[in-house]
């Protein structure tokens, strides 16, 4: 029996998650990117001004859905580099620069650095939805 199967890079897609501080919702969004897509996406996210700290309330949100987004780290948008299939904004308007991508959307998702616990679930089950779908019209 031969395998027939794809290289395993053939086909894999490229998405970034950009917003300004990289320690919440960008990160949510990767980690939710890593979760749906598995080996056929390769998920990354970064800041325009990255703050060099994961969120606590975002690593313990991530947590109740079996996720350790404590092993992520706050990076720049100058430690990522190449083309991407999707780049996806979260709200920072004029303050996430240009990336090469085939495709650009901004999501417009509120910082929930500073909201209750309810507040900052629904934006994280949000950014989960959006996730999901985004990489199905992959």
Not at 40 to 66: C, Q, T, Y
Request: net charge negative; with cysteine; charged share 25%.
């Amino acid at each position: 029996m031969s395998d027939l199967g794809e290289a395993p890079h053939a086909t894999m897609k490229r998405v970034l998650f950009v917003c300004v501080e990289n320690s919440n919702r960008s990160q949510m969004a990767e980690a939710f990117a890593h979760i749906y897509g598995g080996n056929a996406v390769e998920a990354f996210s970064a800041g325009s001004r990255p703050s060099g700290v994961i969120n606590p309330k975002a690593v313990r949100f991530m947590d109740e859905l079996g996720y350790d987004l404590s092993r992520h780290a706050s990076k720049s948008l100058d430690e990522v580099s190449g083309e991407f299939d999707a780049v996806i904004t979260m709200g920072c308007g004029d303050q996430c620069p240009w990336v090469p991508t085939k495709r650009r959307e901004d999501w417009g998702l509120p910082d929930p650095k500073h909201m209750d616990d309810e507040g900052y679930r629904q934006v994280r089950d949000d950014i989960a939805q959006r996730v999901r779908a985004l990489l199905t019209s992959l």
